[in-house]
């Protein structure tokens, strides 16, 4: 685990307002009267300038903080009672694709020494639990796109009817 930073550096700043001269006031610690020059980044795991920044904690920490606004759209979606039914069934069952690719990487990463997508079987599994969730994504958005282009036909030829007679 990384420690997370109470505060980050702001990068330096250019050498052509001093006159192509560093002064020492530039490399001093921020004070408070130059409390601009400090970036806040508590939330961070790391600093975002560092030029060796570990991207697999990062990715992973993004992976697990993008869970909540997928379940808030899922909440939402599944509220407003518009969405397809098999369309609905598909982003939920995105949910199946990550329980399953969680436990494949660790297993990977235990059992074989390397990550999941260095290990063709279990990666393609996976990968086949993500090409099922757009299936039945698609295929419940086009369904529902038949049912619209078929009542809107319907309702053509009713007006149609009304209108001859």
Not at 47 to 58: H, K, L, N
Not at 83 to 94: N, R, S
Not at 152 to 163: F, L, N, V
């Amino acid at each position: 685990m990384l420690a997370t930073a109470a505060c980050c550096r702001a990068p330096p700043r250019p050498a052509a307002r001093s006159g192509g001269r560093v002064l020492p006031s530039m490399l001093r610690a921020p004070t408070r009267s130059r409390m601009t020059a400090v970036v806040r980044c508590g939330l961070l795991p790391v600093d975002p300038w560092a030029p060796t920044m570990d991207s697999q904690s990062v990715a992973s920490q993004l992976f697990a903080v993008s869970l909540f606004p997928y379940l808030g759209f899922l909440y939402f979606l599944t509220r407003s009672k518009t969405a397809p039914g098999l369309t609905l069934f598909g982003f939920y069952f995105l949910l199946a694709f990550v329980g399953a690719t969680i436990p494949a990487g660790i297993y990977a990463k235990v059992h074989y020494g390397t990550s999941l997508s260095n290990v063709d079987l279990l990666h393609g599994t996976a990968e086949s639990l993500l090409t099922l969730t757009n299936l039945f994504i698609v295929l419940g958005l086009r369904g529902a796109l038949r049912n619209l282009k078929e009542s809107d036909s319907e309702a053509s030829e009713d007006r149609k009817e009304k209108s001859s007679e």
